[in-house]
């Protein structure tokens, strides 16, 4: 009788300590709401309103329940997607202005879209459909559009110890011959003296074993540098902002570079487009003979270049004039002005994707070679330690 007397009492009057156990139990409903399983918090709808932990009468309770809400998740990211791909190309700015003013749940993040897009501008580059961001060592040191050519030749004319005057055209064509008549030429140069036959295809040797070792690097620095694109465009919309009366709830260099990764994105996605309207209309041109292959061949980089500058030049004008609320003048002077950079920026990239491509170690050699004057009696074109 005594002990059930007690155990009525430790019933109707409970421990404060029995009490915060049966309300902070993983998923215990109380009379008013569900506690949350991570920090106890009373939930009231489907998450917390304190960690944002989901509530666990929510959590799926099967295998089924967990597959229809992963398809349901993916569905609404590929939504999301979707959305912010519409709003970006339907209204130049939008997306930007939505962005800084908060409005943000809709839409994937800045991020995750550039990252997106990438992945498809890589893809395309694997397939062999176009290849804009991945620039080859040849190009690097034969390209005279290049600002750094000159820079490029000399720092991997060094690094493979080539003779002084040694061209790489030259020492091709002086390997092909070889390789297709068996008698070797005489290799004498304009100057009318005799260039070592042997020196050159070392020289020639060298180059190709090392621009099959940079190309593959500069093919995996080319996915992950591509970022580098925004923080130069940045810089470019950042003046341009200069004197811009824009209505925004943020500012200092938040919109530049929040308008700077949507162009940057808008600008790998015109890149695809562009060249198969290009690849479309030079067909056509072809087929009904108005212009030969010959011709559309040679013209067909710069005439990609132009189009892809045009089309973000005027993806530009729309965005500042949204985004600033600047004038159709402003808007119109600054987007030219961002359409006729784009080339620079692009040559900017391929810069540092060259300097990232060749190895710290090289770059210091060069410099130390550069620096050191060289020994009297040192043989012209000579590398001396």
């Given amino acids: 009788m005594g002990s059930s007397a007690t155990r009525l009492e430790r019933a109707q009057h409970p421990s404060p300590e029995s009490i915060r156990d049966a309300l902070s139990g993983d998923g215990r409903v109380t009379a008013d ?224 570079l929040v308008q700077a990764t949507h162009v940057t994105t808008f600008w790998l996605l015109a890149l695809p487009l562009t060249a198969t309207a290009m690849i479309i209309g030079f067909g056509f041109l072809e087929a009904t003979g108005l212009v030969g292959r010959d011709t559309l061949v040679g013209f067909r980089d710069h005439v990609w270049t132009l189009l892809s500058c045009a089309v973000v030049s005027g993806y530009a004008i729309i965005s500042i004039r949204r985004v600033y609320s600047t004038s159709w003048l402003g808007a119109v002077v600054r987007g030219a002005v961002v359409g006729a950079l784009l080339i620079p920026c692009l040559q900017i990239y391929r810069a540092i994707l060259f300097s990232s491509g060749f190895t710290p170690r090289s770059i210091l050699h060069h410099v130390v070679l550069e620096a050191k004057p060289a020994p009297r009696d040192a043989a012209p074109g000579a590398l001396w330690p």
């Fill in 33 to 256: 709401a569900e506690r949350c399983p991570t920090c106890h918090a009373t939930i009231r709808s489907r998450f917390c309103s304190r960690c944002g932990a989901r509530a666990s009468s929510r959590l799926p309770a099967s295998v089924w329940a967990f597959v229809r809400r992963s398809v349901a998740r993916l569905m609404d990211a590929d939504s999301r997607l979707l959305r912010s791909l519409h709003l970006l190309f339907r209204q130049p700015g939008a997306l930007t202005v939505h962005h800084l003013r908060g409005n943000r749940q809709p839409y994937i993040s800045l991020v995750q879209l550039f990252a997106t897009v990438n992945v498809l501008i890589v893809l395309l580059g694997a397939s062999g459909f176009m290849e804009v961001f991945n620039t080859s060592l040849r190009l690097h040191v034969s390209s005279v559009s290049f600002y750094h050519q000159d820079i490029a030749e000399r720092w991997v004319h060094t690094r493979i110890k080539a003779p002084d005057g040694w061209d790489l055209w030259e020492a091709q064509a002086l390997a092909d011959s070889l390789e297709s008549s068996g008698d070797a030429p005489s290799g004498v140069d304009d100057a009318g003296r005799e260039r070592s036959v042997e020196a050159s295809l070392r020289a020639l040797e060298a180059f190709r074993a090392y621009e099959t070792r940079f190309d593959q690097r500069a093919d995996w620095l080319s996915k992950s540098l591509v970022f580098l694109l925004i923080p130069i465009l940045l810089t470019l919309l950042a003046v341009l902002r200069f004197g811009t009366a824009g209505h925004l709830p943020r500012g200092g260099l938040l919109p530049p």
